[in-house]
């Protein structure tokens, strides 16, 4: 249920444009389909279309590491605000993810933030990364060709407010998990394996981790877009609690009632991996924001979504077998 707060921002929305990049990605699909529900006129903008067509959106295939598309896009549409989640997506340390991480997470901010500043908006919000290195820090070398690319992208994003005067608040979401996310990642993967009775393969599970539910991140973005007077902002969200991977996996386990156990040290740990809390302090205060869906909440929610999915996918198949 949502809180007054989150219903007047609601109403603040009610004659603006809204543009959304990224809108078929995880982030991208969840705003979406909560501006659709506010009514707010939207344009979205992916790579592909999107795959939830539950809801109908003015859907723009296009792809935003292309200067031209998105300059033209931001004239012809003219929002009042753009949220820009698009990316490449995988923090996977290969070398294959270099130049997708270049292209789709730090050209497309560039090319976003050239395009706002020189066409004109209310507010930019862009989505940072837990990733990314903390600044001030003595060690500020980024551990994955992602972190590297959302790093450059927020010091982009530093100089264009200050040099420029371009209204982008930045959220950096911590990790987000959720119904609709793609299965490579750590929570669905082990979920569907878990759900088909398959024992998921694991590094050794104790990395710290601040997990912060989807319906929460979607909450705090909507804020950043009202909130008055934080433009040049960076506000984390997450939870302000670590729980290790482990822990977080065996409360799957135990949701799902599995007759099998994961196999922690089955693959290495990814070198260089970052253990961050969310600051609350800026999100409480900047925006009023707090997370309301406790994590052991959170992972009920994501198991029911993710069941319910495999048994419409076993409902189909059977459908087409009997046809």
Same mark, same amino acid.
């Given at each position: 249920?949502?809180?007054? =707060?989150?219903?007047?921002?609601?109403?603040?929305?009610? +004659?603006?444009? !809204?543009?959304?990049?990224?809108?078929?990605?995880?982030?991208?699909? #969840?705003?979406? &389909?909560?501006?659709h529900e506010s009514g707010v006129e939207l344009c979205a903008v992916s790579r592909t279309a999107p795959k939830d067509d539950a809801f109908r959106i003015s859907w723009v295939p296009g792809d935003v590491s292309d200067w031209e598309t998105i300059q033209s896009l931001i004239r012809e549409f003219q929002p009042d605000v753009v949220f820009h989640l698009s990316g490449h997506g995988v923090g996977a340390p290969?070398?294959? #993810?270099?130049?997708?991480?270049?292209? #789709?997470?730090?050209?497309?901010? !560039?090319?976003?933030?050239? =395009?706002?500043?020189?066409?004109g908006v209310r507010r930019l919000v862009l989505a940072a990364s837990l990733?990314?290195?903390v600044h001030g820090s003595s060690e500020i070398t980024p551990s994955?060709?992602?972190?590297?690319?959302?790093?450059?992208?927020?010091?982009?994003?530093?100089m264009f407010h200050k040099l420029y005067g371009t209204p982008v608040?930045? !959220? &950096?979401?911590?990790?987000t998990y959720g119904p609709g996310q793609r299965a490579h990642k750590l929570i669905p993967y082990v979920t569907l394996a878990l759900l088909q009775a398959q024992s998921p393969k694991l590094g050794s599970g104790l990395r710290p981790v601040d997990w912060v539910y989807i319906d929460d991140v979607i909450d705090g973005m909507w804020?950043? =877009?009202?909130?008055?007077?934080?433009? +040049?902002?960076?506000?984390?969200? +997450?939870? +302000?609690?670590?729980?290790s991977i482990r822990e977080v996996v065996m409360q799957l386990v135990d949701i799902v009632g599995a007759p099998v156990q994961p196999q922690f040290g089955a693959v290495i740990d990814r070198p260089m991996e970052v253990v961050r809390l969310a600051d609350m302090a800026a999100a409480r205060e900047k925006l009023g924001w707090k997370p309301r869906i406790p994590l052991h909440e959170g992972l009920e929610l994501t198991v029911k979504w993710f069941r319910e999915e495999l048994a419409l996918s076993a409902a189909r198949q059977n459908s087409r077998g009997s046809a």
């Open positions: 249920m949502q809180t007054t =707060a989150l219903m007047s921002f609601e109403t603040s929305f009610v +004659g603006q444009k !809204v543009l959304v990049t990224g809108a078929s990605g995880f982030l991208g699909a #969840h705003i979406c &389909r909560r501006f290969g070398l294959e #993810h270099v130049l997708p991480t270049f292209r #789709h997470d730090l050209a497309t901010t !560039v090319n976003i933030l050239t =395009a706002i500043t020189q066409f990733e990314e290195p994955t060709p992602y972190a590297a690319a959302k790093f450059s992208s927020t010091m982009y994003a530093r608040v930045q !959220v &950096r979401p911590f990790m804020a950043a =877009a009202l909130a008055p007077n934080i433009e +040049g902002s960076a506000i984390d969200l +997450g939870s +302000g609690v670590l729980v």
